[in-house]
């Protein structure tokens, strides 16, 4: 079974700082997709960013970065210059279609404190 | 937004009674999913829809059933609430089950059991 583990349970940064959230993943699957989520207190869960286990290359999306480790089943996301709308609990998460059941496979978060 | 509407929005029912959580989406999906939210434990699957009539189960599937009729309801009921299932709930869609096809989240459900 493939698990996520998000390692720190609380991240605090200085607004406009940069802060990086550390995920691992375990899996035995050679094609998968990766995901962070964002959940403000609203609880809306949003898509922050996504990587595909084949691409290479880091996926970026404007202030949002990952670091995509294959071999050492790394994936971080790097928030630069960080807003107070940043606050927010963010979930990485897993999914693959190799078989068994499908849905996403979510870390138990990381809650994401701005200080201004 | 995706068009995904969750109710109720809250609830609290005594333990032994039927609960139904309902997942009405506009969006013509597919893939219907629903998913509980606890503390130190981020979100796991409890069951999945890839069709109408069609289920199967996720992780944490004990102590629910599902239904799917049309496309665009899934329905979630603890036939028996229990304090463990107190909970907040989110459904989800996907266009298709490829791995790369992004979920939509619902506005989740918070369920007390007492």
């Known amino acids: 079974a493939q698990t996520v583990t998000q390692s720190q349970p609380e991240m605090s940064v200085q607004e406009a700082e940069t802060v990086t959230l550390s995920c691992t993943y375990d899996?035995?699957?050679?094609?998968?997709?990766l995901f962070w989520y964002k959940q403000p207190p609203s609880r809306q869960m949003i898509l922050v960013i996504r990587q595909e286990a084949y691409k290479q290359q880091n996926a970026t999306e404007n202030r949002f970065s990952v670091n995509f480790q294959k071999a050492a089943k790394s994936f971080s996301l790097k928030i630069s210059d960080s807003q107070l709308g940043d606050a927010a609990m963010y979930f990485c998460a897993y999914r693959t279609t190799g078989g068994g059941a499908d849905g996403l496979t979510f870390g138990k978060g990381t809650h994401l404190i701005i200080q201004p | 937004d995706a068009g995904i509407t969750q109710s109720p929005r809250h609830k609290v029912t005594e333990t032994g009674t039927p609960v139904t959580l309902r997942c009405h989406q506009t969006?013509?999906?597919?893939?219907m999913y629903w998913y509980r939210q606890d503390p130190g434990h981020g979100l796991r699957l409890i069951h999945y829809?890839?069709?109408?009539?069609?289920?199967d189960k996720g992780e944490v599937s004990d102590g629910y059933s599902v239904s799917r009729s049309k496309t665009e309801d899934f329905l979630l009921t603890l036939e028996s609430a229990t304090s463990s299932q107190t909970s907040v709930y989110f459904c989800a869609i996907s266009k298709t089950g490829s791995m790369n096809t992004e979920a939509f989240f619902g506005q989740g459900t918070r369920l007390t059991v007492v």
């Open positions: 829809s890839y069709g109408v009539k069609d289920t």
């Open positions: 899996t035995s699957e050679s094609d998968y997709y």
């Open positions: 969006e013509n999906h597919r893939y």
